[in-house]
């Protein structure tokens, strides 16, 4: 059974940045598609980012993360990575990664999760 654990979110003022990590023990990433979502407080899950697997590589962003967030594959940690810049206030949630082997997209019908890690944008 895959399992993800999600790492590198905190507290950051509006301007800043987090370096989000997505990785798996186990299991080599390299053959998921790999997917963000976040979940804000009384919103539903959203879809913020994907990466396909190492055959294909191509990446998709939401409209409202598009120039400021950045997802990529580190192969010799078996992690994707979520780069975050010029955090805003709106993209404080709770952020997921999740894994499939056909899936891709930014619908949140993955077939593995992680936990989750708190991501708060505040002055």
């Known amino acids: 059974q895959l399992q993800l654990v999600e790492s590198g979110g905190g507290l950051v003022q509006p301007g800043g940045s987090l370096r989000l990590s997505c990785a798996a023990a186990?299991?080599?990433?390299?053959?998921?598609?790999i997917g963000w979502f976040r979940q804000a407080p009384g919103r539903e899950r959203e879809g913020v980012s994907c990466?396909?697997?190492?055959?294909?590589?191509?990446?998709y962003y939401a409209e409202f993360v598009k120039g400021r967030f950045t997802i990529s594959r580190d192969r010799t940690s078996n992690t994707v990575v979520l780069q975050m810049n010029s955090l805003k206030p709106e993209d404080t949630g709770v952020y997921y990664c999740?894994?499939?082997?056909?899936?891709?997209?930014?619908?949140?019908?993955?077939?593995?999760w992680g936990q989750g890690t708190q991501v708060t944008v505040s002055s």
């Open positions: 990466i396909s697997s190492i055959s294909d590589g191509s990446t």
């Open positions: 999740a894994a499939d082997t056909h899936m891709y997209g930014l619908e949140p019908l993955y077939d593995y």
């Open positions: 186990g299991f080599t990433l390299d053959y998921y598609v």
